[in-house]
């Protein structure tokens, strides 16, 4: 059973530093999503793809941030310039259709120091 | 302020123990699904109820949408050790998932 799965579990890097996360959806997918949650908070959304289409993004999403689904299979998010309030767990998750129930990765934990 | 007040934000009781946890808000929704996370993995999704009223059973876990469609419940008897993660409320906007900010449940042995 193939799931949503990420890249790298863990990330520790530097301020300033740019990292880049990459998430592989459920094959057959065709939606994927990406969400951060900070310690004691719910996950929030921060941008959806369709296909290749980025098709909505969260104010959340500064323009350090960005990302890309450029086949409409793996995504990558990518955060320049890391600054300490990026620290988070960032999750991919992924569903066949609208309304569809969303299946999470067990996301990509970033420390900035 | 939060579309979906989870509470309590934790709760740690004894292994045998029963225990509810609420998510409420003052809208009112089409749905409303439970997760269970994990330390170090994603939120699984547990149960999804869409009627007012209806209750949903998992096992020991019993799920309630409230008559107004806008509250839930989750209710465990008996709870275990393996019962322990933070429980998630959210409700599917068009297309993202909006999330309570979570209940931490602790079950002792």
């Known amino acids: 059973d193939t799931g949503v799965s990420q890249d790298p579990r863990h990330k520790i890097t530097k301020r300033g530093q740019n990292v880049t996360f990459r998430c592989d959806p459920i094959s057959e997918h065709n939606r994927l999503y990406w969400y951060r949650q900070t310690l004691g908070q719910g996950p929030e959304f921060l941008t959806y793809f369709q296909n290749e289409a980025q098709l909505e993004k969260s104010r959340l999403l500064s323009d350090r941030f960005s990302a890309e689904r450029p086949k409409g299979s793996f995504s990558t998010l990518e955060i320049q310039r890391t600054e300490q309030g990026d620290s988070a767990m960032y999750l991919c998750?992924?569903?066949?259709?609208?309304?569809?129930?969303?299946?999470f990765g067990d996301g990509t934990r970033l420390s900035i120091l | 302020t939060q579309l979906l007040e989870q509470s309590p934000q934790f709760l740690s009781i004894q292994e045998g123990e029963n225990l509810t946890v609420y998510c409420n808000s003052s809208?009112?929704?089409?749905?409303l699904q439970w997760y269970r996370q994990e330390p170090g993995e994603g939120p699984v999704l547990l149960v999804t109820v869409v009627t007012g009223g209806e209750v949903k059973k998992l096992k020991r876990l019993t799920f309630q949408f409230g008559d107004a469609r806008k509250d839930s419940s989750l209710h465990i008897t008996a709870a275990q050790p393996g019962d322990t993660g933070l429980y998630l409320c959210a409700v599917q906007g068009a297309q993202k998932l909006v999330f309570g900010q979570g209940t931490r449940l602790t079950i002792n042995p």
């Open positions: 809208s009112v929704f089409s749905s």
């Open positions: 998750a992924s569903s066949s259709a609208s309304g569809q129930p969303q299946h």
